[in-house]
């Protein structure tokens, strides 16, 4: 009994030491903290998963290398998408791309949530048409000299 808990105890110890050789490799660290290459990888790893399929429900894998074209298909994607995946790794996460990327985020939520005050509110609606267009202008009604008012005319027209 003494063996076995001794085995799971290194086993745990051994778990920890990947752990924080994890921790320590900037290429798992980057990988386990981009979506975008998360992304990738599992795009590129579900071309290899049906060309794989593909090839192992052939009898002669290496004929269906040669005759499958969705076969091959599944192959190149797999290879562009492996390939996108290193090129991203190799790229190092500059800081100025994330900060861009909080201020992007943010004019957006500021943008949506103006945008919607706009929408809601006839004043502040009222205020952003004054700003874009000027002050509207007060318009009266007046008929230009010698034609009748607007209440003759009704007048008139109930008359006749």
Avoid: H
């Avoid at 992304?39 to 071309?47: D, I, P």
């Avoid at 797999?78 to 943010?106: D, F, N």
């Avoid at 000299?145 to 109930?158: H, I, K, L, N």
């Amino acid at each position: 009994m003494a063996g076995k808990k001794g085995s799971s105890g290194s086993r745990a110890q051994a778990a920890w030491e990947l752990i924080r050789m994890a921790k320590d490799n900037p290429y798992l660290r980057r990988l386990l903290e981009d979506r975008n290459l998360q992304r990738r990888l599992r795009t590129a790893l579900g071309a290899m998963g049906s060309a794989y399929g593909r090839a192992a429900n052939n009898g002669a894998p290496a004929r269906a290398l040669l005759e499958d074209r969705k076969l091959q298909r599944d192959l190149l994607a797999a290879i562009a998408g492996l390939r996108e995946v290193a090129k991203g790794l190799r790229e190092q996460p500059s800081a100025a791309r994330g900060g861009r990327s909080l201020l992007r985020r943010s004019l957006v939520v500021v943008g949506l949530g103006s945008l919607v005050a706009v929408a809601a509110s006839k004043s502040a609606r009222g205020k952003v048409l004054d700003l874009l267009f000027g002050k509207e202008e007060q318009f009266t009604y007046s008929p230009p000299p010698g034609t009748a008012s607007p209440q003759q005319a009704a007048e008139y027209s109930r008359e006749g």
